[in-house]
Structures are given as structure tokens and as C-alpha cells.
């Protein structure tokens, strides 16, 4: 909806009414972080995290934190301000976790509790069917003494897989007293692709009422029902209809006959003659005609060739699942669509099955059925009755008028 997650989350913070935060980067998304704005009655400081894992991060954060208690949250997780306010307030133990309860397995770290949720230790995903209770730790971490805790962490911080999580169970081993607090509100985690939907969603339903820009073109015969924006610059052409709650980014061009439901566009997006966008979310500078895109997500610079379709829903409409680092995943979706990175060409007729994944600067030839992941950088072409998978000379290049002269 036209700005960085990190900014609703500072947005957050100050109607929460808290008024410094300290922001861990690493040195890769520092400047992209910095580049975002700091909403008024906040003081945000930045930090490098040298290393991996929650622990190194918790550590870069110590010089600029005194021993007030401090809660420490996951950058990206999406925390509803229901989930967040029970912590604001002192609570009975030294260290208090964020849980969520889970009927099923979720690759996440599972706390060992009584049945006061007194926490005894943490099992970092322990797989399915040994889950020491049904709770899993949420990262919204208070720390009644953090300069106590640092001690801890210090020892075992440089492990990246589960170092932050063995400070805490030897904290508790010392005798310091640890309980889980139930997230009353709605918890979000982004761990894969798909989950960009779901935090979606909850996004959209902040948009009350329909709020259009004084300067968007309006053509005839077009239907706008329910909460919709609609910003600066964008024309919207005879044939539309648009169900909210939607935003669309501005100097976006809705094409006539299109229908566009629950979804998020960008900035600077063409839906040409014809297209249906469904409960999707698509970056900047994105250009469809004809096509059909459920369930998705899209990076920037994406185009679609006339025709190509992203099919969400499987023939037995059970659930789908996706590949990860080469195994199956289940995404306990029945509805998904594809999952496509930025700078990515997509040629004409293209079907694309439900769940994969296409990597940034890739090209698809027209006329083939994708059902498999595309690694990012490749060129896919019919070969034989299969795919060529080879490297994509065009990745460099940023905008349609480079991609052409490249070609």
C-alpha cells in the first residue's frame, strides 16, 4: 500500500506510545533501511549486526541500552496492536515470551511450558510429532534487566542457528524466571513467499471507506464497490471494475474490461485490455494484457505476455504445496499462485502452475507450461519435449526500452 513494511511498524510504535526503538540492520539493506522515513515522536538509532542469528543482533543493539526493560520484536513479523500491548506492562517474570498456540507443526522454536506457561527451555524446530507442547515462540521478547541478559547471550550469541534461544534456556537454568504470554492478537509471520499475502490482507483492511486522488482519470461504465484508494496520477478506462478493500499506486493505468479484487498494485503499473487480478500483490512498474493473476505475488518490473496465466487452485482443490531449497513444502493454502521475483519477462499463452516460484531477471518463452521453480537469471525454453534452463544475458537491465535494446 505504497510504503515500506518497516514504516507500519514504526507507525506502530508511536501510537503505542513508545518513543525510541533501536533498528538492527547489516550492511546490506543499512542504506535501504535508513532510507526510511521516521515518523514524528519517534527516535529510531541503527546498528550493524557483524554475524548471523538473532544473537548477534540482540548484541549490536547493547551499547545504546541501558537496564530499563526493553521488548524486542522481528523486523519482519507482523504484530497487530493487540499483540503488542500486554508487554508494555511489567510482568511477574524476568523474561517474558510471546506464544502462540498451533494445532499444527510449524518450522519454528517450540517453548517447553507447564501448565502455568512457565517456561523451562526452548526446542528449536523439533519436527513434526515432537513438539514438547503446543506453544510456539513469537519473537515479542521483554527483558526486565537486559544488561543481565546480555551476559548471557554473549556466551552462546555467535551460533546462528539457535544461539539467542540457548541464552534463554540457560538463563532460566540460573534461576531467572521465564513465562509465556498467549498472542492475543493477530500474529503474522513472513517466513516464505506466500505469507507476503496474508500480511496483505490485513493491510488492506485498515482502508476505510474509498479515498481517490482529486486528479485520476475515471472513465465511463467503470464500478468502484467497497474500500478502495486510489492515488495520484492513475486512469482507469471504460469496462473496470474494482473491489476493495484495493489500493492502487499511483500513475497506474487500469485497462479497460479489467477486474482487479482484494489486491495491492504499485506505482507506475499498465493492466492492459482484459485482465483479472486477485487477491494478489504487485510491485512497481508491472505491465499485464490479457492475463490472469490469483493469489500471487510479484516483485517490480514484472510483464506478462497476453494470455499467460498464474493458476491458483489445484483439480482436486487440495492444498499446495511449494518447493524450498529442493523439498516439498506444504503452504496450507488451497488457493496459491505463483510467486515471481523482479525484472522477469513472461511470454504469451504461458501457464504457470499453482505454488512456483520464478526467480528475479528470468525470461519465459511463450507457449510452456511451468511446473517447476525457475532459478533466478535463467532463459526457459522448449527443447525436445522439455525445458532449456540456461543463463539470461538481460538480467542487468532495469526498464523495458534496456530489456528491448538488449534483446
Given at each position: 500500500m505504497g510504503k515500506p513494511l518497516l514504516l507500519w511498524k514504526l507507525e506502530q510504535l508511536v501510537?503505542?506510545?513508545?518513543?525510541?526503538?533501536?533498528?538492527?540492520?547489516?550492511r546490506n539493506n543499512e542504506k535501504t533501511i535508513k532510507d526510511v522515513t521516521v515518523p514524528h515522536g519517534l527516535e529510531a538509532v541503527y546498528?550493524?549486526?557483524?554475524?548471523?542469528g538473532q544473537g548477534n543482533g540482540v548484541l549490536a543493539a547493547k551499547p545504546h541500552i541501558g537496564n530499563?526493560?526493553?521488548?524486542?520484536?522481528?523486523?519482519?513479523?507482523?504484530?497487530?496492536?493487540?499483540?503488542?500491548?500486554?508487554?508494555?506492562?511489567a510482568g511477574k517474570q524476568e523474561i517474558l515470551l510471546g506464544?502462540?498456540?498451533?494445532?499444527?507443526?510449524?518450522p519454528g522454536g517450540y517453548l517447553v511450558v507447564d501448565d502455568t506457561l512457565a517456561?523451562?527451555?526452548?526446542?528449536e524446530k523439533p519436527g513434526a510429532g515432537k513438539e514438547p507442547s503446543p506453544w510456539v515462540r513469537v519473537v515479542i521478547d521483554r527483558i526486565e534487566h537486559p544488561q543481565k541478559f546480555?551476559?548471557?547471550?554473549?556466551?552462546?550469541?555467535?551460533?546462528?542457528a539457535a544461539g539467542y534461544e540457548q541464552a534463554i534456556t540457560e538463563a532460566i537454568s540460573d534461576g531467572i524466571s521465564c513465562?509465556?504470554?498467549?498472542?492475543?492478537?493477530?500474529?503474522?509471520?513472513?517466513?516464505?513467499?506466500w505469507h507476503i499475502l496474508a500480511v496483505a490482507r490485513e493491510a488492506l483492511k485498515t482502508i476505510t471507506g474509498q479515498s481517490i486522488a482529486p486528479d485520476v482519470q475515471i472513465k465511463k461504465d467503470v464500478i468502484l464497490e467497497g474500500p478502495i484508494i486510489i492515488e495520484a496520477g492513475v486512469r482507469i478506462f471504460e469496462g473496470v471494475k474494482i473491489v476493495g478493500p484495493t489500493y492502487i499506486g499511483k500513475n497506474t493505468i487500469v485497462g479497460n474490461n479489467t477486474m482487479i479484487r482484494e489486491s495491492i498494485l504499485g506505482d507506475n503499473c499498465v493492466t492492459g485490455f482484459s485482465?483479472?487480478?486477485?487477491?494478489?500483490?504487485?510491485?512497481?512498474?508491472?505491465?499485464?494484457?490479457?492475463?490472469?493473476?490469483?493469489?500471487?505475488?510479484?516483485?517490480?518490473n514484472v510483464s506478462m505476455g497476453s494470455g499467460a496465466v498464474c493458476a491458483n487452485l489445484r483439480l482436486d482443490d487440495g492444498c499446495i504445496s511449494a518447493s524450498v531449497k529442493g523439498e516439498r513444502t506444504c503452504t496450507s493454502k488451497n488457493k496459491l499462485g505463483s510467486l515471481i521475483g523482479k525484472n522477469v519477462r513472461i511470454g504469451v499463452n504461458v501457464s504457470i502452475m499453482p505454488g512456483i516460484c520464478i526467480g528475479s531477471g528470468s525470461f519465459i518463452s511463450s507457449g510452456l507450461t511451468i511446473t517447476q521453480n525457475i532459478p533466478a537469471d535463467s532463459f526457459v525454453k522448449f527443447h525436445e519435449q522439455t525445458f532449456d534452463i540456461v543463463p539470461n544475458t538481460c538480467n542487468e537491465t532495469k526498464s523495458r526500452e534496456e530489456f528491448a535494446k538488449k534483446l
Amino acid at each position: 500500500m505504497g510504503k515500506p513494511l518497516l514504516l507500519w511498524k514504526l507507525e506502530q510504535l508511536v501510537r503505542l506510545g513508545i518513543e525510541r526503538c533501536i533498528i538492527v540492520c547489516s550492511r546490506n539493506n543499512e542504506k535501504t533501511i535508513k532510507d526510511v522515513t521516521v515518523p514524528h515522536g519517534l527516535e529510531a538509532v541503527y546498528v550493524c549486526q557483524e554475524g548471523e542469528g538473532q544473537g548477534n543482533g540482540v548484541l549490536a543493539a547493547k551499547p545504546h541500552i541501558g537496564n530499563d526493560p526493553m521488548i524486542i520484536l522481528n523486523g519482519s513479523d507482523w504484530y497487530d496492536d493487540a499483540s503488542l500491548e500486554p508487554f508494555l506492562t511489567a510482568g511477574k517474570q524476568e523474561i517474558l515470551l510471546g506464544a502462540v498456540r498451533m494445532d499444527s507443526y510449524f518450522p519454528g522454536g517450540y517453548l517447553v511450558v507447564d501448565d502455568t506457561l512457565a517456561v523451562s527451555g526452548i526446542i528449536e524446530k523439533p519436527g513434526a510429532g515432537k513438539e514438547p507442547s503446543p506453544w510456539v515462540r513469537v519473537v515479542i521478547d521483554r527483558i526486565e534487566h537486559p544488561q543481565k541478559f546480555f551476559s548471557y547471550v554473549e556466551k552462546t550469541g555467535d551460533n546462528p542457528a539457535a544461539g539467542y534461544e540457548q541464552a534463554i534456556t540457560e538463563a532460566i537454568s540460573d534461576g531467572i524466571s521465564c513465562g509465556a504470554l498467549a498472542v492475543s492478537g493477530i500474529w503474522l509471520p513472513i517466513k516464505y513467499p506466500w505469507h507476503i499475502l496474508a500480511v496483505a490482507r490485513e493491510a488492506l483492511k485498515t482502508i476505510t471507506g474509498q479515498s481517490i486522488a482529486p486528479d485520476v482519470q475515471i472513465k465511463k461504465d467503470v464500478i468502484l464497490e467497497g474500500p478502495i484508494i486510489i492515488e495520484a496520477g492513475v486512469r482507469i478506462f471504460e469496462g473496470v471494475k474494482i473491489v476493495g478493500p484495493t489500493y492502487i499506486g499511483k500513475n497506474t493505468i487500469v485497462g479497460n474490461n479489467t477486474m482487479i479484487r482484494e489486491s495491492i498494485l504499485g506505482d507506475n503499473c499498465v493492466t492492459g485490455f482484459s485482465s483479472d487480478i486477485t487477491r494478489s500483490v504487485i510491485g512497481n512498474g508491472c505491465w499485464f494484457h490479457t492475463n490472469y493473476v490469483g493469489d500471487s505475488v510479484l516483485d517490480k518490473n514484472v510483464s506478462m505476455g497476453s494470455g499467460a496465466v498464474c493458476a491458483n487452485l489445484r483439480l482436486d482443490d487440495g492444498c499446495i504445496s511449494a518447493s524450498v531449497k529442493g523439498e516439498r513444502t506444504c503452504t496450507s493454502k488451497n488457493k496459491l499462485g505463483s510467486l515471481i521475483g523482479k525484472n522477469v519477462r513472461i511470454g504469451v499463452n504461458v501457464s504457470i502452475m499453482p505454488g512456483i516460484c520464478i526467480g528475479s531477471g528470468s525470461f519465459i518463452s511463450s507457449g510452456l507450461t511451468i511446473t517447476q521453480n525457475i532459478p533466478a537469471d535463467s532463459f526457459v525454453k522448449f527443447h525436445e519435449q522439455t525445458f532449456d534452463i540456461v543463463p539470461n544475458t538481460c538480467n542487468e537491465t532495469k526498464s523495458r526500452e534496456e530489456f528491448a535494446k538488449k534483446l
